[in-house]
């Protein structure tokens, strides 16, 4: 098991808490899933995704990598 993949895990999860915490009280529709990725041992491991959505307004919150070049941290899209 990589450090810095656990690390990844770890802010993930708090982040995806961290936004649905922030957004269900104003009536956003929330659904977490598992998005499977491989580490740099190509094991798989799953990590939270975050589907927000409010009317016709729809977010994913997409775990993209925990290694990037050039970066200290990982990389989350929206």
């Known amino acids: 098991m ?3 993949r ?3 895990q770890i802010l993930a999860s708090h982040l995806v808490q961290s936004i ?5 009280p104003v009536d956003w529709v929330t659904r977490t899933y598992p998005k ?3 580490d740099n041992g190509r094991e798989v491991f799953e990590i939270p995704a975050l589907y ?3 009317g016709p307004t ?3 919150l997409d ?3 925990f290694d990037v070049p050039g970066l200290m941290l990982s990389l989350i899209s929206i």
Do not use: Y
């Open 63 to 65: 775990p993209i990598a």
């Open 20 to 24: 649905k915490d922030w957004v269900q």
């Open 52 to 54: 927000l959505q409010k």
């Open 2 to 4: 990589s450090v810095q």
């Open 36 to 38: 499977k990725m491989r």
């Open 6 to 8: 656990d690390n990844f």
């Open 58 to 60: 729809r977010l994913l």
